[in-house]
């Protein structure tokens, strides 16, 4: 079992910065798909940006050019920069590790969430 902790949430104005963290309990080497979602009030989960190891990130159109994913092996932990950040990115923001083999998700973990707010 892998527990997640998310931080460097909080309120920021728009235009500001925040850096996320999520630190695992263990080795995130063997998960292959790392990943930050964020759920705004009133509106489903969605996913912010990904990373599928040995391959590329992706990004969610509305933060593309603005939020930058990242992982640090030695640190078992995975970081979202986000810049010029504006109101529609008020949300919860929790990390997800998974391993996807052959289009089978074999673990699945996420954080307990960190809120961000952007406000005037």
Sequence with gaps: QVQLEESGGGLVQPGGSLRLSCIASGSIFRFNVL?????????????????????????????????????????????LQMNSLKPEDTAVYYCNLRTVRMGVTTDDYWGQGTRVTVSS
Excluded at 45 to 64: F, L
């Design 35 to 79: 990943g930050w979602y964020r759920q705004a009030p009133g509106k489903q989960r969605e996913v912010v940006a990904t990373i599928i190891t040995g391959h590329n990130t992706n990004y969610a159109d509305s933060v593309k050019g603005r939020f930058t994913i990242s992982a640090d092996n030695a640190k078992n932990t995975v970081y």
